[in-house]
């Protein structure tokens, strides 16, 4: 008995240092998109600096074919996300440029793919 204890222990710490990374991530913004190919720009408000961001899709499936990030300081990049990203699954984390950034906006093109006629949700994340 003393064994298992010790056991489902080890397990729930190892669990839990596995979990922690999640929680370094920000929501920065929500948007609902529509079932047709469609181009959105996000502002960001605020002071606030990440290395790496990542978009969420739920509900529907959504292609996106292109992600701009333009930076407060005039500067902007250009991110590869050309996939289609399932419902309740992210984008890689991409790295923003020159380290911790602050973003201005993020101007995404993409494509809602249900049959449904529905909208689906994109959130972005920075860490």
């Known amino acids: 008995m003393k064994k298992l204890t010790s056991i489902l222990l080890a397990s729930c ?15 920065l913004a929500v948007r609902e998109v529509g079932d047709r ?15 790496h961001i990542k978009l969420c899709v739920y509900r529907n499936p959504i292609r996106f074919y292109d992600l701009r990030i333009d930076y407060r300081n005039g500067g902007s990049q250009d991110a590869n996300v ?3 990203i399932n ?9 923003l440029n020159g380290g911790e950034r602050n973003i201005d906006r993020i101007s995404m093109t993409y494509e809602e793919t249900s049959w449904r006629h529905r909208t689906a949700t994109v959130r972005v994340f920075g860490e």
Do not use: K, Y
């Not at 419902?87 to 790295?95: E, F, K, L, M, S």
């Open 13 to 27: 710490v190892a669990f839990a240092g596995m979990s922690a990374p999640a929680f370094a991530w920000t929501e």
């Open 37 to 51: 190919t469609d181009h959105d720009v996000i502002s960001l408000p605020g002071d606030r600096h990440f290395d």
């Open 82 to 84: 050309r996939a289609r």
């Open 87 to 95: 419902p309740g699954q992210c984008t890689r984390a991409i790295d």
